[in-house]
């Protein structure tokens, strides 16, 4: 008998279950909701919303609109939507994140202190990606964006940095930055860092490496657009080269079912637990016939 199991530990981070509640709860209500952005970077759970009646929109959209109820979602925004929404008489349902809300408030604070002009304020982040927009929004567009150790060489290193991470990156890389940063700065500037990783996401890493290597065969459910979603399958193929990212069940080749014993089932902090749940059932249904 092959053994199927769900990785306890993978799904909704805090923010995310705090974002679809309250998108649920004012649908409940009958009224128009509309969403900034997809609510979460997993296609079936807006679907899921949709169905309800969430409306997506970008920010074009947004601008366009007037006398309207919009749902911030977990990943923040910059001041700019708050003001649109002002001058727009836009209703915002706010599910920002509170690590994230921490993280604005932190930058904000950095960026409005009288030595701003002799200092990098730097993000290690996705450049685009919708936290990242609303983290460098509260320098005026001035914070630097690097997403990698070896982006980090592009600094001016003779002026003092300040050194910021995305909520959901890789905390072994930020500390790789960080020891490249100290290295290289002259001794006329100033290094300080701000380890930001939110750790509800950075402590599903050992976790999820544990479970990856007790399974023959893994299934890391997520979202193609999930940043998250990529970073943590990284973490499963360092552990288990038979590891393999999908966004439903048809996307399961049967035969891959074939001299395993053990199949794992795991996703992201974007991954609805339906989903997971979902694949496993299906799963379970390849093997029977």
């Known amino acids: 008998m092959i053994k199927v199991e769900i990785d306890e530990g993978s799904g909704f981070c805090f923010g995310v279950v705090t974002a679809i509640h309250k998108a649920e709860e004012e649908l409940a209500k009958g009224e128009t909701l509309y969403c900034l952005g997809d609510i979460v970077h997993n296609s079936r759970e807006v679907d899921r919303?949709?169905?309800?009646?969430?409306i997506t929109i970008n920010r074009d959209e947004f601008r366009q609109l007037r006398n309207a109820k919009?749902?911030?979602r977990a990943h923040g925004e910059p001041p700019e939507t708050y003001q649109i929404a002002q001058e727009n008489n836009i209703e915002i349902i706010d599910a920002t994140c509170p690590v994230v809300l921490r993280l604005q408030k932190r930058i904000k604070q950095e960026f409005r202190k009288e030595d701003f002009e002799e200092k990098?304020?730097?993000i290690y982040g996705k450049n685009g990606h919708a936290?990242?927009?609303g983290l460098v929004g509260q320098t005026g567009g001035q914070a630097i964006v690097i997403e990698s150790a070896e982006e980090a060489k592009k600094l001016d290193f003779s002026k003092s940095i300040r050194l910021f991470s995305q909520t959901t990156k890789s905390l072994d890389e930020f500390q790789e930055i960080v020891e490249y940063i100290k290295h290289h700065i002259s001794p006329d500037a100033t290094f300080e860092y701000y380890d930001t990783i939110c750790r509800q996401v950075a402590n599903r890493m050992p976790n999820l490496r544990e479970f990856a290597a007790t399974h023959d065969l893994i299934?890391?459910?997520s979202g193609?657009?999930?940043s998250n979603g990529k970073m943590l399958f990284e973490e499963c193929l360092k552990v288990n080269a038979n590891s393999h990212l999908i966004d439903n069940e048809k996307e399961i080749d049967p035969s891959l079912l074939q001299n395993v014993e053990s199949i794992g089932v795991c996703?992201?902090?974007s991954t609805p637990k339906w989903l997971m749940e979902k694949i496993h059932d299906h799963i379970r249904l390849l093997i029977k016939d």
């Open 219 to 221: 299934f890391f459910v």
């Open 131 to 133: 936290e990242v927009l």
């Open 267 to 269: 996703g992201a902090t």
């Open 224 to 226: 193609k657009k999930s």
């Open 70 to 72: 919009v749902l911030l």
């Open 49 to 54: 919303l949709k169905a309800m009646g969430l």
């Open 120 to 122: 990098q304020i730097v």
